[in-house]
């Protein structure tokens, strides 16, 4: 193997590598005392508080934000429609994040068989929201009360790879 498809090698098993990892995070009510900086939900909307565990290395962490439903769907990709805006409180320095304009189902067009229906969580489409890992404050996310909200750990090694100059 030449250099550079050995670097590539080893860059792709360093992705690999940022796989997801199982956290004792847990998700409260939105009753929670420590909440009050935090604004109430908006009519039609549900506020989801995950608490982070503290970890020795959160640098090496990030959060995935994903929002969707559970809909019937068949055989072809599908995704919701869907915008998620970053806000911060003023005076307190505290973000949350909103999402709005939940949008309908998407999806391609291939011809699928008979029995291909089923059930499934469709997540709200476009760039993964990737959140810095903190366990000192909550993530606060408000979203439409028809919609769930998932959310999945990511690790990095903690060794960096070199870019190739050309």
């Known amino acids: 193997m030449s250099p550079c498809h050995t670097t590539l090698a080893a860059l792709a098993l360093a992705l690999c590598a940022c796989t997801t990892q199982a956290t004792d995070a847990t998700v409260k009510s939105s009753s929670t005392s420590d909440l009050k900086p935090f604004p109430a939900p908006l009519a039609g909307e549900i506020r989801h508080v ?32 869907g915008r998620w805006e970053e806000k911060t409180i003023e005076g307190w320095g505290y973000s949350y ?49 028809d919609v769930e909200v998932r959310y999945r750990i990511w690790s990095a090694p903690p060794d960096s790879l070199p870019a190739p100059s050309r």
């Open 50 to 81: 995950i608490e982070l565990p503290p970890l020795a290395d959160e640098d090496l962490r990030k959060v995935e934000l994903i929002a969707g439903k559970t809909l019937e769907v068949d055989c072809n990709r599908h995704r919701l429609g």
């Open 97 to 145: 994040h909103r999402l709005d304009q939940v949008g309908p189902p998407m999806s391609t067009l291939m011809a699928c068989p008979d029995n291909s229906r089923r059930k499934a969580f469709v997540a709200v489409g476009g760039e993964p929201l990737l959140l810095r890992y903190n366990s000192k404050l909550p993530l606060v996310v408000y979203v439409p009360q």
